[in-house]
């Protein structure tokens, strides 16, 4: 574990935020990437998250902080990262992908960093902006999500060893993928539902008729 937070893996963090390509590609061939550092990262996301939605001025957000759940947001976030993770997993396995689980979840962990920080940023600036300066809140938000997301891109592709092409085809068949996921989970609970509403009633048939 104390391997997995060493210094060099931290320092290789910021020279694959300044060098996707190169970083990811080495991630993948000599292990410099650390899941659990990813899986930090991503919870920083989600707390950067709902500090922004709690804390950002009214000028930008209009929600109530009353009704918002950091825990159920963690959460949420956390397993949106374990299905998208495993989606593109069993994409990739059928389409020649080199990456394994563990590189995904890498390179989806290191891209949440840009969105983290600028979003941090923008609760920050969202403070001292008016009415007519709005767009200086969007842009920096705006800057954060488009690099995030083209980290990640950029991971996936390095992780498969894909053409940019086939990094988008597969994408587009990982969302296709996880709603599947999802339904089966739907599926599942629900039909385990029936099942112990079913032993319940044999339950409680048994009981009045004893």
Not at 50 to 55: D, E, H, V, W
Not at 61 to 68: A, E, K, T
Not at 171 to 186: D, E, H, S, V
Request: aromatic residues 14%.
């Amino acid at each position: 574990m104390t391997k997995a937070f060493s210094k060099e893996k931290w320092k290789y963090l910021l020279y694959t935020l300044s060098h996707p390509m190169e970083g990811f590609y080495w991630i993948r061939h000599q292990e410099r990437g650390s899941v659990p550092i990813a899986v930090v990262l991503v919870i920083l996301f989600s707390i950067s998250f709902s500090i922004n939605r709690l804390c950002a001025s009214f000028v930008v957000n209009d929600l109530d902080p009353r009704g918002i759940d950091s825990l159920f947001e963690l959460i949420g976030v956390f397993a949106f990262y374990i299905l998208i993770c495993a989606s593109n997993w069993s994409i990739t396995c059928l389409m020649g992908g080199e990456g394994r689980l563990k590189d995904i979840m890498i390179a989806i962990g290191y891209g949440t960093v840009p969105i983290t920080f600028l979003l941090n940023v923008g609760t920050i600036v969202s403070q001292f902006v008016a009415d007519d300066e709005q767009a200086f809140y969007t842009i920096i938000i705006a800057v954060g999500i488009a690099y995030g997301i083209i980290m990640m891109l950029i991971g996936i592709m390095q992780v498969h060893n894909y053409t940019l092409g086939k990094t988008l085809l597969t994408l587009i068949l990982t969302f296709i993928a996880m709603f599947i996921i999802i339904f089966l989970l739907l599926l599942l609970s629900n039909l385990l539902k029936m099942v112990i509403n079913f032993g319940d009633s044999v339950y409680t048939e048994i009981i009045f008729r004893s």
